[in-house]
Structure formats: C-alpha cells, structure tokens
C-alpha cells in the first residue's frame, strides 16, 4: 500500500507499505544480482550503509543456485539474511540480452543459460512462478523489451504483447499467492510501461496497464541508448498516466543527475548498477564530481574519500590508503569505494526525500546538479 | 617487555607489553602483507574477530606504496587505521625467493622490484630503516634464509653471517630509535635463530644471540620441506636455550595442529598465511577438521559453517549461502570464509592461553588435535 506523503511539483514522497517493512519513497534500491552486492558487500553491510530495498536478478538465481533450492531454503530473504524489502525482475530482460531474442510468442521462450548451456523455458507464467520461489517481496511482470530504435509499428505490437503478457503474470500470481506453501502469500506485482520514444504509445499503454490495478507501475525500456532529454520527456509525457497513489519505477536509471530530474518528474524507485561497478573500477561519487581513486595525486592524501561523509570507508580509511589497495589489487579498496558509492546513492535520497517533505526540491536539485557537474578530475 | 604469566610443561602464557598495547600470548598474528589482509577484510573487521597483532611484509610495502610514502603518512598504523600492534618482517625472506638469491654479502644485495623491475638494495640497515619509516611496534632482524636442505659447512656460514647480521640490525634500530621524526622511538627487534635441521648448530646460535638482549626472538627457517616431526624435534631442542622471559616466535607456521604442538614446546608468536589462502580457496577451518564449501553437499545445508562459532560468517549466513557465493565467484564468499577462518585461528589461541593458564594444556591440545583430525571432507 502505497500513501503520499508531499508532493512538490511532480516530485512525490510516500511510503510503500509491505509485507517485509515500509519503505520511504523516492527510494535507490541497490543491486544484488545474484544474491549478493559484488565487491564484498553482505547484508550485514547494507542496514549499515542506509539501504531500504535490495534488488536480485530472477534469471541468475533461477540458472544458479536455483529458485527451488532458494525456496527450500525459506525464499530469497532467509537465504541472504536480509528482512527488508527485495524486488526481483522478470528475468525478460537476460532472456532479451542473453537469448539475443527481442520478440517472443506469447507462451514463452527457449534459451540457453550462460551456466552450463542448459535449456531453459521461460514465459509470464515461468518468471512468476520463479519470483514465487525466491519470495521477493515485490515481482516484476514479464514483458516484451523492444529494441531501440523500433519502428513505431514495431512497437505498437510489441506493447500489445507486453499487455497481455501482463494479464497473464498477475493472474499468475494471485494463483501462486494464494497456495498453502507460497513463501510469501502478500506477494505484489509491479506492471512495466513500454512504448519506447513514443509519447502516445507510451501514455495509452499507462492507461491500458492502470486499469489492472497493481500494485507499482514501472517506465522500462529507457536509458537504452535514446538521449536523456529524450528520456526526460517521455517520463514527464507518461508519469500523469499512472495513478498518483501508486509508486513510479524507473527501471535500471541511473547517474544522481538522473535521478534527480526523474524525481522532479514523479518517479519514486530507482535501481542502476553505476554506484556498484563504478565503485569496482576505483571510481567514487562524490558531491564535487566522480573522483579516480587511481589517480597519482592522492598517493600522500590523507583525507577521506569525501570529508563529511559517514560510511564506513570515510569514517576511517584515507584516499591514499585506498588508491594504494587499488594499486595492490587488494579486494578491499574495490569493497570500500562499493560501500561509499551506494551510502553516497542512498543518502542522496534520504535529502531528496527531505527536500520534497519540505517542499523545496527545485531548490535542492539545482545546487545538488551544480555541486556534482563541478568534476574536479 | 615480557611478563611471564603462567607455565604448563614448557608451553608458556604470557604478557607482552608494547607501546601499542598489551598483547596476551600465544598468539597468532594475521597476515596483511601489503597493509591490507586479503579477501577484502579491513582492520575494522579485525577489532571484530579478536585481532591482537597485524603483520605485514616489509619488501612488499618498500616496493608499493613506499615505505617513505607511509612514513609521510604518519606510518602504517594510521596509514591502515589500526592501533594495536604490528610485526612487520625484514623483507630478507621475499629477497631470497623473489631475487633467487641465498648467500649475501654482509653489505647486502641487489635484486629487481617485481612490481616494475626497479633495481632495489636490501641490507640489514635498509632493511631496519625501512621498517623504521613503516613504525611497526615490532621489526624483525634481517637474516640470511638458508636453502634446505644445506651442508653442515654451509648452514654454519650461513649462521655466523646471520649472526653479524643481527648485530648490525640492533645498533642502525638503536640509531633510528634515537632520532627525532622516527614515529615509533620504542620500536622493537625480534632476532632469528637459524640453523636448519642441526640442532647443535641452532642451540650455538640461539646462546649467541641471546646475549645481545632483544626484545624477542624467533625461530625462523623452519616449515621449509623438512617433516613436521623434524621441526618439533628442532623446536623442543632450541627453545631451552632461549630466554624464558622473552616471547619465542616460529615464523610462518602454521596448521592448527602445528601450532598446538609449537606451543607445547614454548612458541609464543605465530603468522601463517592459511586462514587467508585456504578461505580464498573455498576451506573452512571447524573444530571437527577442514571443510570444502564448493562440496555439493552443502547446497540445501541452512546451518552455519560451524554451530555455535561466533564469527561474522557463522552468526549470520549458511554453508549454503556462502556455497552459492563461492561458485558464483562472489567476493562476498571468500570474505566470510577468510573472516571465519582468522577468527577461527584467534579463537583457537584464547583457548589456548586459557588451557595453559589453568595448567591443563596436555589435556586441551590432545583433545583438540583429536576433533581436528576428524576431517569430514
């Protein structure tokens, strides 16, 4: 259940009710593909660093360690000690990606996993059942992802099939929901708006899909290659499609100044792997820019990676100690600037939030998008 | 300085006072060669696993980052954020392995940096001043590292070299020490007692240094190819002849069962990079024998590595999580592996220090050598 707490312009701020704790909207979910935050961050870390939501991937959990033996093991929650929210995806998109497949027929998919070339069905129904398996708190419907650029028929088509693919996954899951031995029986589903650059498409698809009453409603198909301004405006064309009293998921988006303008759009949920693989590649986010950890000039540094900063690398270790692990190949410069790059995510949102309750959000995003452009590499 | 706390037999418990800090022996030291311990553990996490002394490589940190870059830095205690003590080795054993040398010149030798082929000079004086920039509580004295197996001829060389060698160490340390900007004006010098498998020719060499009055003094060449009964003969043979209110350091070992045997016959300090190596690798140590995590049999296994081990890994995830982990090539799986296994190993000594002070250590190590033993893989 999902209640607005402010709004400020289209910016919104709300709490998401669910079954595994209440989460504070705009919300960064941060990204466990496979059960577990690379760069060695565990879940212990995570209540640490200020995460609300974390988010694994269907289709790597269902080729490795399996869903069945996720559920046999009390669902995906037990299984990474974690008691927070989890959203999973559908797994489409690394059907989509890995399958190189863009269009499917209705019932489903054959491919073969990148694990061992075994072959694997996946369809509506399969994703479902799957996300069942793992007991996420939030499941992802299943949908078609359409390359970009598509022609505009191409696209319609594809939207279609993406709608009844949707029929299909929540009757689905209100089935699963509603089995004795369902790991979480208050399982809720998120639809997926797609339609690409096109505005129209876009918006009566939103209005085909609110109709079905789920329970969030997600913008995919964007940050794919099209512009951002591109993206900007079909998030602000479609967002006053989807029911306020819903939260607004933008799927796998993106840099802070992303986020920041998809805010003042309306959108409440965010997920990206930028602050994780950046962070694996020495680089940290900061409010002055992204800075090179590797870079020569901090090898006598002794401040932290951002003064001010309360993670748990900042609170205690120096950029030249971490350029030096860097250097050295030690896993635990890559750990540190993992845990600072997603406390720097989820503690953007945290005075996101504020600014929005407060009712000063184009304040606060003007200074924060002037502070991060100031790049000092 | 050395306290002599309690005996049982020749096994000794006993108190060493540093400048930074009280450390109670035995004990085992953890390996963090370049200023980090490897699988992504910080020294936040060894205050949380009972740390009491961090030991690092000298050459490794005088190659990366510098052990001048350190000292600007105000030394490796506040480089690695660590304030309980350090033992950092000469550098003389990664000089004889890495350059292929054995037989040096008292002067010292020259041999390339692994890192960029620089050409590098190693003496006993670079050696100490290096460990003098890096400030460790505690430097050890460079010694010649004798081939095994040696000559009778040879190794005596090889021994009267170490010997002047020593001297040398301990008037550049009592130089250095004496100096206004050393950081760690109490630093202190651990010599090395060498002689191979010739117990005459160790007993000689550990009654020479012994007059010189050090602050601690190891067995070093030792765990180098000859058996293990051969080791624990040499140890029996030579500790005697070195000072009771001195601690006794065996470098480099060992297995659990190695360190219960050195012990029994008077070892105080240990290092050994097995906690860390085999937990990179997939082993855990348990008190019921070394166990494989990749093991299929742990798939659907929801208990801890070992039940009732208080450990980061074991209060929190499952031999199945941690399996998962392991064959996903997550991070996060060998750093719970080396965080269990360096407790488990820190753990393993505060049972010991208690065995021998409540004189039961015959009692405890036989016991405890029998649960090892019942290797389950």
Not at 118 to 131: A, D, H, L, T, V
Not at 142 to 149: A, G, L
Not at 286 to 310: H, W
């Amino acid at each position: 259940m999902y209640r607005l707490i402010a709004r400020d312009g289209m910016a919104k701020s709300g709490e998401f009710v669910t079954v595994h704790g209440t989460i504070q909207t705009p919300v960064f979910m941060n990204v466990g593909t496979a059960a577990a935050i690379k760069g060695a961050v565990s879940t212990a870390d995570l209540y640490e660093i200020g995460t609300q939501v974390q988010l694994s991937n269907t289709y790597h959990l269902h080729v490795r360690p399996g869903d069945k033996v996720i559920k046999q093991l009390g669902g995906l929650h037990s299984f990474m000690v974690w008691d927070r929210p989890i959203l999973t995806d559908s797994g489409g998109f690394q059907v989509f990606s890995l399958a190189g497949l863009r269009k499917i027929k209705e019932e489903g998919v054959y491919f073969n996993s990148h694990i061992d070339g075994r072959k694997i069905f996946m369809g509506p129904e399969e994703s479902i059942q799957i996300q069942s398996n793992l007991g996420s708190t939030i499941a992802m419907a299943f949908d078609e992802c359409p390359p970009h650029p598509a022609s505009r028929e191409y696209m319609q088509d594809s939207v279609d099939s993406t709608t009844r693919l949707l029929v299909l996954c929540k009757k689905e899951l209100q089935r699963l929901n509603s089995l004795e031995d369902t790991i979480n029986k208050k399982q809720m589903l998120f639809g997926i708006n797609q339609g690409g650059t096109y505005a129209d498409i876009r918006i009566e698809h939103a209005k085909q899909i609110t109709e079905l009453e789920l329970d969030g409603y997600a913008l995919g198909g964007l940050a794919v290659g099209e512009s951002h301004e591109e993206m900007y405006y079909i998030i602000e064309e479609t967002v006053p499609y989807l029911p306020v009293d819903k939260p607004v998921y933008l799927m796998g988006v993106g840099t802070p100044a992303n986020i920041l303008e998809a805010v003042d759009r309306g959108v409440d949920f965010f997920d990206c792997v930028y602050p994780t693989r950046n962070g694996r590649h020495g680089h940290a986010y900061t409010n002055r820019g992204k800075m090179n950890l590797m870079n020569a000039k901090y090898e006598l540094d002794s401040l932290p990676i951002e003064e001010g900063c309360a993670c748990p690398a900042c609170s205690r270790y120096s950029r030249a100690y971490i350029r030096h692990l860097l250097k050295a190949k030690e896993m635990l410069g890559m750990r540190l600037l993992v845990l600072h790059n997603l406390y720097f995510y989820n503690h953007m949102m945290e005075e996101i939030r504020l600014a929005i309750r407060e009712g000063r959000y184009k304040q606060y995003k003007k200074q924060k998008l002037e502070s991060l452009a100031n790049n000092e590499e």
